[in-house]
């Protein structure tokens, strides 16, 4: 069965950085992998996607020129640096898989999802 398993989440201050890591098993490959967070109550957001081909990265308004993605497309492991961590980062962060060119942008088209690992910001 195919895994992923997100961890690095924690409790940190404004200010600070965390660098999540995403490493999957009985996954053969993908066309791209990305991260979307949740908070109770809210829809999943996305944040960051990597296409394996190409390289390119595209990340959500509220978290560009503080996050990257960067990753290992033959170990299908993807990585998530965040800066400047902000309150309103507070979330749950999963990381997904698309095995279909689809928009990567769109939380909806990624085939598999891990279960999150939590990141919480206090100021």
């Known amino acids: 069965q195919v895994r992923l398993v997100e961890s690095g989440g924690g409790l940190v201050q404004a200010g600070d950085s965390l660098r999540l890591s995403c490493t999957t098993s009985g996954l053969t490959y993908s066309i791209y992998m990305g991260w979307s967070r949740q908070t109770p109550g809210k829809e999943r957001e996305f944040v960051a996607g990597?296409?394996?081909?190409?390289?390119?990265?595209y990340y959500g308004d509220s978290v560009k020129g503080r996050f990257t993605i960067s990753g290992d497309k033959a170990e299908n492991t993807v990585f998530l640096q965040m800066n400047s961590l902000e309150p309103e980062d507070t979330a749950l962060y999963l990381c997904?898989?698309?095995?279909?060119?689809?928009?990567?942008?769109?939380?909806?088209?990624?085939?598999?999802w891990g279960r999150g690992t939590q990141v919480t910001v206090s100021s």
């Open positions: 990597i296409i394996w081909g190409n390289g390119l990265t």
């Open positions: 997904g898989a698309g095995q279909r060119p689809k928009n990567l942008r769109s939380v909806e088209f990624y085939d598999y």
